[in-house]
């Protein structure tokens, strides 16, 4: 029989995350860390505007592009926050979360066949994104030993002449690491060296702690070569608003915008509506929630370190990405034996690639009640594996 599937599709695998929320889903009193959104609901500000302008009759498709107001407060957003100027005429598009921008993105500028450089441990959907793009992802390793952070001369190995593009992601998820300035201008020198691309997923850039969050598009002649993704999901606590944008310059935006008119016509009005409001006035709540992650980070990290789980301290994100290899487990079967012995979920760290193993990741975008609870439970099952060792090791005697 002939195949009914794209070959492109075939290569996809199932995500590693579900097989874990699903188990979960199915069993009582799980405290559960594995979950990538906000525990915060959306500002009630932005939801009154969105239902004010169902109440007003604003219910039409808006410019494919976005509404011109959204795209205006974008682009003040950008100057004023991070320094980069786009025009909201040309340069900015309104899409349907982070994912439709990453994904509109890479079908636009890639080729068949052509690389993009990728960081693992890594967003679950950026390889599976370059693949059905057409591209081919490769990877570049990292540890905890910098980080997950990747040394220039990693790059440059992993360049030839396919290389269309680096994808980067600061704050990061899966391991929360913030690239320094520092940082972003050695990966800019390469980029320019070998005239890149570079798309840079700044979808958690509200979500920043310690230094103060740099995009590489700020820097000297990247601003021409740089696509940034970004959105309301995390910083805003708009997950199910489904709202994101992209910010590059124009010749790539308006090849961008064809794609875009062609599969999506508009992101729905009333969301956007509501993120006029939350550029306008919502900063405030914006920075309440940062201090309370930045909280919930420091409690988690002195937890983890203090029962041993090796575990740099974040500079972004809601995520932490200890190492379990003292305890002689895989990621999955710590994170099983977790589950199913004290009730917490954690994500395994080989569903981020293969450089996430020897490591589970947990989200603290959960109650402080919440966090210390699964704590003292993981501390309890570190314990029941302590014992169980001594127990075989004293049986090989
Ligand atoms: N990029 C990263 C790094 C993410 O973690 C996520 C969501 O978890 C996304 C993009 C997708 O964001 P959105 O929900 O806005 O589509």
């Known amino acids: 029989m002939k195949t009914r599937l794209s070959s492109l599709v075939n290569q996809i695998k199932p995500s590693g995350i579900r097989k874990f929320f699903d188990l979960a889903n199915n069993m009582d009193g799980v405290i559960s860390l594995g979950v990538g959104e906000p525990d915060f609901v959306t500002p009630w500000s932005i939801c009154h505007a969105s239902i004010q302008s169902i109440e007003r009759g604003y219910t039409s498709y808006t410019e494919p592009e976005g509404l011109l107001e959204l795209r205006k407060e974008i682009s003040n957003y950008m100057k ?9 005429y040309t340069d900015i598009l309104v899409t349907v979360g982070g994912s439709q921008a990453l994904d509109v993105s890479l ?9 993009v450089i990728m960081i693992e441990p890594s967003y679950v959907a950026y390889a599976p994104l370059i693949t059905l793009a057409g ?42 690491s913030l690239f320094s300035k520092v940082e972003l201008e050695a990966i800019a020198e390469i980029i320019k060296e070998y005239d890149l691309l570079v798309i840079t997923d700044e979808i958690y850039a509200e979500l920043s702690y310690d230094e103060s969050f740099c995009s590489i598009a700020s820097i000297r002649e990247m601003r021409e070569r740089t696509i940034i993704v970004s959105g309301f999901s995390k910083g805003y606590a708009m997950t199910g608003w489904r709202l994101g944008y992209i910010c590059a310059p124009e010749s790539i935006t308006q090849a961008i915008l064809r794609v875009m008119q062609n599969t999506l016509v508009s992101v729905p009005s009333m969301t956007q509506y509501g993120a006029i409001e939350g550029l306008k006035n919502g900063e405030k709540h914006v920075m309440e929630m940062r201090k309370s992650y930045r909280q919930r980070r420091n409690l988690v990290v002195s937890h983890l370190n203090e029962m041993g789980l090796d575990c740099h301290m974040p500079g972004g994100a809601f995520y932490v990405f200890p190492s379990i290899r003292s305890t002689g487990l895989s990621s999955e079967e710590f994170a099983e034996q977790l589950l199913i012995n004290q009730r917490v979920a954690v994500v395994p760290g080989n569903a981020f690639g293969e450089s996430g193993e020897g ?3 947990c989200s603290y975008a959960s109650s402080m009640d919440n966090l210390n609870e699964a704590m003292k439970r993981m501390r309890a099952f570190l314990k029941s594996l302590k014992i169980k060792q001594e127990k075989a090791d004293t049986k090989g005697c």
Do not use: M, W
Request: charged share 25%.
């Open 135 to 176: 591209g081919k992802p490769i990877v570049v390793q990292t540890s905890i030993d910098t980080e997950f952070k990747p040394r220039p001369e990693q790059i440059r190995r992993a360049i030839t002449k396919k290389t269309k593009a680096i994808l980067i992601c600061s704050p990061n998820n899966p391991t929360g």
């Open 359 to 361: 490591h589970i990741r």
């Open 107 to 115: 079908r636009t500028v890639l080729n068949p066949g052509e690389e």
């Open 80 to 88: 004023n926050r991070f320094q980069v100027t786009y025009s909201p």
